[in-house]
């Protein structure tokens, strides 16, 4: 019943996403789905070390994103729709209130089959080592991680190659200093 209602509660803020179109908002929804992934990867693995580490690079990655979105983007005023706010709440809580008043969800035929129940047997049998990540830097995965670390070498020079200003902030300020 928890992964249902959490992957309800990332469905809908996949549909917010898709309704916002400031930066700071869809930055909001980004790390508002990364902290609901990462509390479902902590719940399904028996140590929460890789879901800490996942939202705290994502936390690190959001706040290189805002200091980037403050120094280019331009003020934008940030409307809220109370309306679809209103709605995606009592679609919420509806879903959830359906889920909690249903005996063994006995409404939703498609969670009671045959393959969630080996996935969770399977799931529960396994041993602690085998859902660890000690194989990520293992053939034939640590190309990939290889080329992922590379790529992020050659993002941050990059950035800072865009970034570097000899002339001042990027962002011009419009108060004149007194002398």
């Given at each position: 019943?928890?992964?249902?209602?959490?992957s309800?509660?990332?469905?809908?803020?996949?549909?917010?996403?898709?309704?916002?179109?400031?930066?700071?908002?869809?930055?909001?929804?980004?790390?508002?789905?990364?902290?609901?992934?990462?509390i479902?990867?902590?719940?399904i693995?028996?140590?929460s070390?890789?879901?800490?580490?996942?939202?705290?690079?994502?936390?690190?990655?959001?706040?290189?994103?805002?200091?980037?979105?403050?120094?280019?983007?331009?003020?934008?005023?940030?409307s809220?729709?109370?309306?679809?706010?209103?709605?995606?709440?009592?679609?919420?809580?509806?879903?959830l209130?359906?889920?909690?008043?249903?005996?063994?969800?006995?409404?939703?035929?498609?969670?009671?089959?045959?393959?969630?129940?080996?996935?969770?047997?399977?799931?529960?049998?396994?041993?602690?080592?085998?859902?660890?990540?000690?194989?990520?830097?293992?053939?034939?995965?640590?190309?990939?991680?290889?080329?992922?670390?590379i790529?992020?070498?050659?993002?941050?020079?990059?950035i800072?190659?865009i970034?570097?200003?000899?002339?001042?902030?990027?962002?011009?300020?419009?108060?004149k200093?007194?002398?």
């Open positions: 019943m928890m992964y249902i209602s959490f309800i509660f990332m469905m809908m803020v996949s549909f917010l996403f898709l309704n916002m179109s400031h930066p700071l908002a869809l930055g909001l929804t980004l790390l508002l789905q990364t902290l609901n992934m990462c479902m990867i902590s719940m693995s028996k140590s070390w890789f879901s800490f580490i996942l939202f705290l690079i994502l936390l690190g990655g959001m706040l290189v994103l805002f200091m980037y979105i403050v120094s280019l983007a331009p003020n934008e005023k940030f809220f729709s109370t309306k679809l706010m209103f709605m995606m709440i009592i679609i919420l809580s509806t879903i209130m359906i889920l909690i008043f249903s005996d063994n969800m006995k409404l939703m035929p498609m969670f009671n089959n045959k393959e969630m129940m080996t996935i969770n047997n399977f799931l529960s049998f396994l041993p602690e080592n085998t859902l660890s990540l000690n194989k990520l830097y293992n053939p034939p995965i640590y190309t990939l991680t290889m080329i992922l670390i790529y992020l070498l050659i993002t941050l020079i990059t800072v190659h970034t570097k200003n000899n002339f001042g902030p990027l962002r011009t300020s419009n108060l200093m007194k002398n």
